[in-house]
């Protein structure tokens, strides 16, 4: 069985939605499972301590997580075009698994969510690939065989999947070519994963 661990950062919901349509993409091939986890939030001195573990939703990853894991799918909002400080400060104490390789050979792929069309969703795509790829892992993209990257009017790259939020602060809406291409992420991490594992 190929375990895809799905970490998100999410603050309204958006990245968190995806997230949970990555997994039904990973769940929908046979011999692969998801495993979603959440990592906390970070804040400065100045703004006092950071949250408690919130009493529901998925537990924070761990660096064990990552190391016992196929697969890795990684979600954030955009911040300026970067991914959030919460999720970059988790990959930035990654470095003893980069010493050790545990994540060398392995796929991954990544997701994101803006609250407007052109709020960086490739920069930020590309952000969190790079600490990927300092880790020797095997990026997966969305390819334009996929119908959905072609009638999308709103989120989706060949760089991972995405959302556009819009201003709507309730609950987040994926269109439909979102949600496709979102499971689509999650399968294809999932197969190579798994042809990885039995090679």
């Not at 979603?36 to 573990?53: H, K, N, Y």
């Not at 609250?115 to 993209?141: C, N, R």
């Amino acid at each position: 069985m190929a375990e895809i661990l799905v970490v998100y950062y999410s603050r309204n919901g958006s990245t968190a939605e995806l997230a949970r349509e990555v997994c039904r993409g990973i769940e929908s091939i046979e011999g692969a499972s998801a495993k979603l986890r959440t990592v906390p939030p970070v804040a400065a001195e100045s703004e006092g301590p950071v949250r408690p573990v919130p009493p529901s939703g998925p537990p924070y990853a761990t660096y064990d997580d990552l190391r016992s894991a196929d697969g890795l799918v990684l979600g954030s909002p955009t911040r300026f075009g970067n991914m959030a400080a919460p999720l970059k400060h988790f990959l930035d104490g990654t470095s003893p698994l980069w010493l050790s390789g545990a994540l060398a050979g392995k796929p991954a792929g990544v997701f994101t969510s803006t609250q407007s069309m052109h709020g960086g969703q490739e920069t930020t795509l590309l952000s969190m690939m790079l600490p990927l790829f300092h880790h020797g892992m095997i990026l997966v993209g969305i390819p334009y065989t996929e119908p959905a990257l072609n009638e999308t009017r709103s989120g989706g790259t060949p760089y991972g999947a995405s959302h556009v939020a819009g201003s709507d602060r309730g609950r987040p809406v994926l269109s439909a070519e979102e949600q496709s291409l979102a499971q689509s992420l999650g399968r294809r991490v999932a197969r190579l994963a798994s042809r990885l594992a039995t090679a």
